[in-house]
């Protein structure tokens, strides 16, 4: 079975551990428990959406991250991509953990944060 798999990232290396903050993604093709394929994304738009869009146009399926905002949580699940959440630390130690089945999603309330104004930057926990 073939995943796509993205990871947010800053310098390539490290899951950010709030997706909005990262500025590209980490992408590795997994078939049959074998990396296949990986290369890291040019910078992302800084448009709302941008991400998603990116992913969606990139056939990525799973996406491995720590936080992430509802609106985004909820356009990728709307594209048909799994989220794992609450992943930090290094990408290629992720990998190996997904590939055997070890990597953990954690809670949504504490990972996936809801924005009531984004001008202040204050934030309420999804419910």
Request: aromatic share 8%; glycine share 10%; proline share 1%.
């Amino acid at each position: 079975m073939k995943k796509v798999v993205a990871f947010p990232t800053r310098d390539g290396v490290n899951i950010e551990k709030h997706f909005g903050h990262s500025d590209k993604f980490f992408i590795c093709v997994i078939e049959n428990g074998v990396v296949s394929a990986q290369g890291i994304t040019e910078e992302l738009e800084k448009a709302h959406g941008a991400a998603a869009k990116l992913l969606k146009e990139k056939d990525v399926n799973v996406v491995i991250t720590g936080h992430i905002a509802s609106t985004v949580f909820e356009a990728i699940k709307n594209n048909g991509a799994e989220i794992i959440f609450g992943a930090e630390g290094n990408i290629e130690d992720a990998i190996k953990a997904y590939i055997q089945g070890t990597i953990v999603c954690k809670g949504k309330e504490e990972y996936v944060h809801h924005y009531t104004d984004h001008s202040h930057g204050e934030c309420c926990k999804a419910k």
